[in-house]
């Protein structure tokens, strides 16, 4: 493609997405994708909650911690980022030099959005003794107004950094909020924001699972909601379910948390059982519609034409660096 034609096609991409350009259906994307990764010097971070298709063509797997570490300490010149615009925007945070791009930038997070950066600011401001706590599935704002942030991996760590009598704000979801809380022993302020995944998942019909599966262990992602973790065999963060699954003698486990994850679990343990939680909804299982939007037909165009790209103005990026550094600071020292 010469340069003119690659021009005309970003500027299309850009006003209209991916919506215009058509796949020749032969096309190994599979192969291309990793040409491409070859030929650009491109590193593929994929989620968890990622479809298959992409958790196998990506360089390295995670949760929200493990993704970030990667991004910090990669020599790659350009990140792609198969997740959700706030884990490609902590990505761009760490790299100001670096080119990342997502396959789709509609790929948002119902828990992000349920924070938004002037509303916070005025609820910080209510609270002038506080030190804020920010899950890391959050705006680069809400980073920006953070003194430090978690994840679902490292939440307990980093809460217990602070002294007992230290206040403490913890946003953007109430519910890992509330089991750090028990957890810990504290009583911390609490932003009332949730992610639709993990709360829409249904006590009933888990409870009746449970009843044809006797010996299936029920494990959960702290984001769900506290009815749910108090019959939980095993609470942990995506990566921690998946190791709990790998180590744990049970053959047979009803999960708790986005459905992407049991990809990696049946690739660990073939010879086990997993069976996907039921929302409360009339669906078999609970996805996240924000995670599924990325598909391997956009990844390959979208490292082909290295767009969408994140950009990000430097006086909030640097803002928004300070609590993630402290974060992977504390997380070094733990030895996560």
Known sequence: MNTDTLD????????????????DPTLDL???????KKEKNALLLAHYYQEPDIQDVADYIGDSLGLAQQAEKTKADMIVFAGVHFMAET?????PAKKVVIPDLKAGCSLSDSCPPPLFKKFKEQHPDHVVVSYINCSAGIKALSDVICTSSNAKIVVESFQKEQKIIFAPDKNLGAYI?????????LWNGACMVHEIFSLEKITKLKVRHPNAKLIAHPECEDPVLRIADFIGSTTGLLKYTQTDPSQEYIVATETGILHQMMKASPGKTFIP?????NCACNDC???????????????????????MEEELR?????PIDRMLEISARAGL
């Open 318 to 322: 640097l803002a928004a660096k300070k």
């Open 181 to 189: 809380n028990k957890v810990t022993g504290r009583d911390m302020v």
């Open 91 to 95: 990505a761009k945070i760490l790299n």
């Open 30 to 36: 599979f192969a291309e994708i990793e040409k491409l």
């Open 289 to 311: 519609p924000h995670m599924k939007l990325n598909t391997l037909e956009k990844l390959y165009l979208c490292i082909k034409y290295e767009l969408p790209e994140i950009i």
């Open 277 to 281: 939680a039921p929302p409360n909804n």
């Open 8 to 23: 005309t096609a970003r500027a299309a991409i850009e006003k209209r997405g991916f919506l215009d350009i058509e796949l």
